[in-house]
């Protein structure tokens, strides 16, 4: 569990918006290089998906998911005072947009200026923000002053301290996927550390550009072709006080989310029901997914290549897509513990 | 400017939501206790520093900025760890949600203010109340309780980013920027060359309008007394009218509440010496703590002095460091001039 929190946090401080993935891809072949088995495979494919594979003949192919990238932004104009016009990458809640502090690929800071309370209209404090009203100031005094920092078409992401609070939760940017990276990565070197004997053709796959919809995780998938597609996510909840409790989707600390259904996809009640029975078997803790909303790479793994049976396991994650989702650490374990039943199972899927 | 960056950073570095300004702990280093003759504390919490000239009869000048910031109460506490709040000073709802605070319980506490994603939301309501908003502690309500209790304080999480060209982003810059500005002109200044007794009070209350020097301006009955605050930054949806701008130095406000002869004079003074400084009309109020101070006592001679700030009351308030060290060297022409101001 240590283990998994350290790397959690490694991998969630890491700048990686979607389409800039290549410092998480590097730093996670780092990781796991030292813990490759003699006859795996571990390659980035030509768009920046990560793959290791540890093949077994005559078995299932077993593809275990996560995507690597992050919502963020990118730098569309610069204003002739300096600060920087910028678009979303990836879906924003524009609200938790204003007053945060951003980083940029090159490491400067800057943060999202908001207009001062006593000078909105009655209109502007009744109206939510719009992204286009927003701007991000860097300290540069002029146009040109900025350009000599930053150039249109830079990243930036939010740049907010990665926090263990209350009674084991962590709030933090990129949660999103990257604590799906972090249990990948783990996995990885228990089963080199264990001498584990998966009983399946597997790949791990670190995707790319999930955020956006036109996910890089579909290319993977066809390369793969995969019988079966474990999705490690981040489940967009609202467990908070005063929500009506059908719409607080799952809660945190009780286990992975499994999903029926959201909106991109349909699961398969085979493997889903496999997952399941394992769980209860070992007394691992999971929860279903109440409420069906979200989507995730599983729609692009099913419909590839000839398809697939997938399954999502979640992570129950408040404030999603902002500087600060929270999850709980308890529920990352038992999504850990839940992958980790199924690649020692004893009746493997056929 | 490093010292001064980090006389700022230690100043914000603690919370002091009005009327518990000082609940957290003395805001003040060694050094700048060291440089002082005299630290009060009034009944209202008033921080009052006092630093004498070494000339006899000499005359007071009192300087004013405020220590308190904007920030919560706890109103109650909620199943699994949620706190229900209520603002302390002017907040915009729209900046909060996924901001981090600090619970000021028993001990401090990490939170983080809740935010319901689009699909999830009920209600009507595109922008949240104070009463939609919780902070999210992470923790059962039975321990939560054990920590926090109503009438607790919570602040945005003290959170200080450096910026190109000496600019800084940070919590509470509304007013410590000034405070700062004070403290750097107290530690700085030689004694030997003040004409004035120098009395600067770092009040309290002013983000709820209670006017918290006033009593202090009464009691001392300074011969002239500076304010000084923030005032809105030229930036992105702000317009030239309504604003000063980073970077060009503190700026003289010209109101119809303060002394037209101090101002006047200062403004004089601030040319001969070749001070960077801008001129802003207030016609009216000045929506600072001249309006408390001006009328205090038989009446008191006043003039505003303000810093440029962007993104006030947000907890990523933006202010360039050049403009508080001219605005403490504009405090040190004011206390060292010979002429009658």
Do not use: W
Request: aromatic share 6%; proline share 3%.
């Amino acid at each position: 569990m240590r283990e998994l929190l350290k790397l959690n946090k490694e991998l969630c401080l890491l700048f990686g918006p979607s389409g800039y993935e290549d410092r998480v891809s590097q730093r996670i072949k780092e990781l796991i290089a030292p813990y490759r088995l003699e006859n795996s495979e571990l390659f980035s494919d030509k768009v920046g998906n990560l793959f290791y594979h540890i093949p077994r003949e005559n078995a299932p192919r077993l593809m275990i998911n996560a995507h690597m990238d992050e919502v963020g932004f990118m730098v569309t104009s610069i204003n002739e005072d300096g600060s920087l016009k910028f678009g979303g990458v990836g879906g924003f809640d524009n609200i938790i947009l204003p007053s945060k502090r951003v980083v940029c690929e090159n490491g400067l800071n800057g943060v999202i200026l908001s207009k001062p309370v006593h000078l909105l209209s009655k209109n502007e404090r009744s109206s939510p923000v719009e992204m286009d009203s927003l701007c991000i100031d860097i300290g540069a005094e002029s146009k040109k002053e900025a350009e000599e920092h930053v150039s249109i078409g830079d990243y930036f992401t939010f740049d907010l301290p990665y926090v263990e609070f209350g009674e084991g939760l962590i709030c933090s940017k990129a949660l999103d996927d990257r604590l799906g990276c972090a249990v990948m990565v783990r996995l990885i070197m228990e089963i080199k550390e264990k001498h584990l004997d998966v009983p399946y053709d597997l790949y791990f796959a670190f995707t790319c550009r999930e955020e956006l919809g036109y996910s890089a995780c579909f290319g993977a998938s066809e390369r793969i072709k995969p019988d079966y597609g474990i999705i490690i996510e981040s489940k967009a909840v609202s467990d908070i006080y005063g929500v009506d409790e059908e719409r607080q989707v799952a809660s945190l600390g009780e286990g992975g989310v499994i999903s029926y259904a959201d909106r991109g996809t349909i699961y398969s009640r085979e493997l889903i029901e496999h997952i399941m029975a394992l769980c209860d078997k070992k007394e691992i803790k999971y929860q279903v997914n109440k409420f069906v909303s979200g989507g995730n790479d599983s729609a692009n793994i099913q419909k590839s290549a000839g398809g697939a049976k997938v399954s999502v396991i979640s992570s129950a994650s408040r404030y999603i897509h902002s500087s600060s989702n929270v999850i709980h650490k308890n529920d990352m374990k038992s999504i850990y513990q839940a992958v980790y039943a199924v690649l020692t199972d004893e009746n493997p899927l056929k | 400017m490093t010292q001064l960056k980090e006389r700022l950073r230690a100043l914000c570095s603690i919370s002091t939501v009005s009327g518990f300004e000082l609940a957290q702990g003395c805001v003040l280093t060694d050094e700048e206790k060291a440089s002082l003759d005299e630290i009060k504390v009034d009944k209202m919490g008033n921080l009052i520093l006092v630093k004498k000239s070494k000339k006899q009869g000499a005359k007071k000048l009192m300087l004013d900025a405020h220590l308190d910031i904007i920030g919560f109460m706890v109103t109650e506490i909620c199943e699994k760890g949620f706190l229900r709040v209520v603002n302390i000073g002017g907040l915009d709802t729209r900046v909060l949600p996924a901001t981090h605070v600090t619970i000021n319980g028993k001990e401090k506490l990490f939170g983080v203010i809740t935010s319901t994603p689009p699909h999830l939301r009920t209600g009507e309501s595109k922008v949240p109340k104070i009463e939609d908003l919780f902070i999210d502690t992470g923790m059962s309500k039975e321990k939560l309780e054990e920590i926090v209790s109503i009438g607790d304080t919570a602040s945005f999480s003290p959170i200080f980013t450096p910026l190109l060209n000496n600019y800084v982003s940070g919590v509470g810059l509304d007013d410590k920027s000034c405070a700062c500005a004070i403290l750097d002109f107290l530690c700085s200044v030689d004694s030997e060359k003040l004409e004035y007794d120098v009395y600067a009070i770092l009040s309290v209350q002013e983000e709820v309008g209670r006017g918290g020097p006033a009593r202090v301006a009464f009691e001392l009955d300074p011969d002239i007394a500076i304010i000084t605050d923030v005032n809105f930054a030229k930036q992105e949806g702000v317009s030239s009218e309504e604003s000063i701008q980073c970077g060009k130095g503190p700026s003289v406000d010209i109101s119809s509440l303060c002394d037209r002869r101090l101002t006047k004079n200062i403004i004089k003074l601030f040319k001969e010496n070749s001070l960077e400084h801008q001129i802003i009309c207030e016609a009216g109020r000045t929506g600072t703590n001249n309006e408390c101070i001006s009328i205090s006592a038989q009446g008191i001679r006043t003039a505003v002095l303000s810093l440029p700030l962007k993104s006030m009351h947000t907890p990523s308030e933006v202010v360039r460091l050049e403009d508080i060290k001219a605005l403490s060297r504009a405090f040190e022409l004011i206390a060292t001039a010979k002429e009658e101001l």
